[in-house]
């Protein structure tokens, strides 16, 4: 291992990192770093009495994602599922199949106020969205993503028997997979390879 694998070997278990620590993860100078911070676009704090700012690691994750930069040198090579499904049973065999040695984040909202909330606060490289809920319209989520300049993210819809013709209409605005029948956790997993390219 040479010098500088082990200086940066800490950055795996670093909770709180330093503009400059930012900066060299972020491939940017530091002052683009300053300059984010004092405007919002990058969340932190302030050390208090004096003027340095320090960027909590979620913070840090957030920033890279939504700038669609590389969070592999944080050691964050799992990706984050959201799963917008309603039934227990569909949630609890997905859940079941992530946690096989999947390095796949799983978050579930069970309605439109949930999903929407969940993509800004875990900024999903995967959103899949069950067949038979209510109130979630997968072109709105699409077009929500896209306005937040989100880079990457799927959507992946499944689709109920009575739902003829939708695949056409959701394919031409913007959804990635249209899949006939219910969540199926074998069918998200190879949409997550198909994402992670492997």
Do not use: W, Y
């Not at 050390?47 to 930069?69: A, Q, Y």
């Not at 959201?82 to 049973?89: H, I, Y």
């Not at 699409?142 to 695949?167: A, C, I, K, P």
């Amino acid at each position: 291992m040479t010098s500088r694998e082990q200086a940066r070997e800490p950055m795996l278990q670093k909770q709180v990192f330093t503009t400059g620590e930012a900066a060299e993860l972020c491939n940017v100078s530091q002052q683009t770093i300053i300059r984010c911070f004092d405007k919002g676009r990058l969340n932190g704090f302030r050390v208090p009495g004096s003027r340095f700012r320090r960027i909590p690691r979620e913070d840090l994750i957030t920033f890279m994602k939504c700038n669609g930069m590389p969070v592999d040198a944080l050691g964050k090579s799992a990706q984050t599922l959201l799963l917008v499904e309603s039934n227990p049973q569909r949630v609890d065999q997905v859940s079941s199949a992530l946690g096989n040695g999947n390095a796949v984040e799983l978050e579930v909202a069970t309605d439109a106020f949930d999903a929407g909330t969940f993509m800004e606060r875990c900024q999903p490289d995967l959103v899949v969205i069950g067949s038979g809920l209510h109130g979630v319209d997968p072109v709105s989520v699409r077009r929500r993503l896209d306005e937040s300049s989100r880079n990457g993210v799927r959507v992946m819809v499944f689709l109920g028997d009575n739902e003829n013709g939708l695949e056409d209409r959701l394919s031409a605005q913007g959804i990635d997979a249209c899949v006939r029948g219910d969540v199926d956790a074998l069918l998200i997993l190879d949409e997550l390879r198909d994402l992670h390219g492997s």
